[in-house]
C-alpha cells in the first residue's frame, strides 16, 4: 500500500507539485501522466526512497521508503533508469542471478519467450539493441517476486509487442494483488490504470 498525504516536491524556485494525495492499495495501479519535466519521474523517486518530498508525508506499507534497505528492496521491485544492466550477462543468466538471489523457481523458457528474448538467450547483453535492452531490464524488474513495482515509462523504446508484453506483465501483477506506480505515455497502459494522477 502506497499513501501520500500533502506531498510536494520543490525544484529550485518552484513547485513541482504539491497538495498531492494517494492511496495505492493491492491489486491496484497508478499511472502518472503528465507533460516532460513535470515530476513523474520525481515522484517514482519518492516511492522508491531515493529523494525525499520536500513536505508532506509518503509511506509504502506504513513506512517511508529507503532504497538502502535490504527488506524494502526485497519487497519493491523499481526500474526508474537504466543503470542495472549488466552488459557482460546472457539473459539466462540475469534469470540465474534473480533466481538465486530471491531463491525462487522461474520458467526461464518461458519468461525469455513472453519477453521476445528466446533467441537471445545465450547473448550477452552488451551487443543488444536498445529494445532489447529495455525488455531486459523489464524481465529483470518483474521475473523477480515484489508487493510493489515501480516503472518509470516501461514502454520506453519498446516496439509493438513488447508494449503489449509489457502491458500484460502489469495487468497480471496487478491481478495478483501487487501495488504498481508507473509513469507512462502508453494509452493501454493507462487504461488498465485503476487511478491516473496528472501532474500536470
Ligand atoms: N531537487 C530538485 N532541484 C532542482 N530541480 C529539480 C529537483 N528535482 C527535480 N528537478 C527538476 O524538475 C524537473 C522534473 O523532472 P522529472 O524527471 O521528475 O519529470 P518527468 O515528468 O519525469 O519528465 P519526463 O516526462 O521528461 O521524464 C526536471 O527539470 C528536474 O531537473
Known amino acids: 500500500m502506497i499513501t501520500a498525504k500533502g506531498v510536494g516536491v520543490r525544484a529550485g524556485e518552484y513547485w513541482l507539485f504539491r497538495d498531492l494525495d494517494l492511496d495505492v492499495g493491492p491489486g491496484q495501479c497508478l499511472a502518472l501522466v503528465g507533460p516532460n519535466g513535470s515530476g513523474k519521474s520525481t515522484l517514482l523517486r519518492c516511492c522508491y526512497g531515493m529523494q525525499e518530498p520536500t513536505e508532506g508525508v509518503l509511506t509504502v506499507f506504513g513506512e517511508q521508503p529507503d532504497e538502502r534497505d535490504r527488506s524494502f528492496r526485497r519487497n519493491v521491485s523499481a526500474l526508474l533508469d537504466d543503470s542495472d544492466f549488466f552488459a557482460e550477462l546472457t539473459p539466462l543468466q540475469h534469470l540465474d542471478l534473480i533466481a538465486g538471489s530471491f ?72 491481478a495478483r494483488g501487487a501495488v504498481v506506480v508507473l509513469a507512462t505515455h502508453h494509452p493501454p497502459l493507462l487504461d488498465s490504470a485503476d487511478h491516473v494522477v496528472d501532474l500536470a
Open 103 to 174: 531463491d525462487v523457481e522461474l520458467d526461464y523458457d518461458g519468461l525469455l519467450a513472453d519477453a521476445g528474448l528466446g533467441e537471445r538467450a545465450t547473448v550477452s547483453a552488451g551487443r543488444f539493441s536498445a529494445g532489447q535492452r529495455r525488455r531486459l531490464l523489464l524481465l529483470g524488474a518483474t521475473a523477480r517476486p515484489f508487493d510493489v513495482l515501480l516503472l518509470d515509462e516501461p514502454e520506453r523504446a519498446l516496439d509493438a509487442a513488447g508494449k503489449e508484453w509489457i502491458t500484460t506483465v502489469v495487468s497480471r501483477a496487478v
